[in-house]
């Protein structure tokens, strides 16, 4: 995989952010895609390097949440497609 660029983390970015708006976002059994969005969405207007998008990560309290956002870590350095992270739904 290639590092993305601006245009495709402001495209994910922005979809992320979409999907956040939904009304689901905010059902106690969607807490955990939620928390992981969140961060990876913080992860990705940030820029993180690795030590602090880690620590960032290591915040949050599931690791449902934490593999969410470390999704968005290894979009930021090329290793995955935003692919991978928009076939991450909430639960109905």
Excluded at 30 to 57: H, P, Q, S, W
């Amino acid at each position: 995989m290639n590092t993305p660029n601006e245009q495709e983390i402001h495209l994910l970015i922005d979809m992320i952010s979409e999907r956040l708006e939904d009304p689901r976002s905010s059902e106690i059994s969607n807490k955990e895609v939620k928390d992981g969005f969140t961060c990876g969405r913080d992860i990705l207007i940030e820029r993180m390097k690795e030590t602090e998008a880690y620590g960032a990560i290591a915040s949050l309290t599931t690791v449902r949440s934490r593999a969410i956002a470390m999704l968005f870590y290894d979009f930021l350095i090329g290793e995955i497609d935003a692919k991978a992270i928009l076939v991450i739904e909430f639960r109905n």
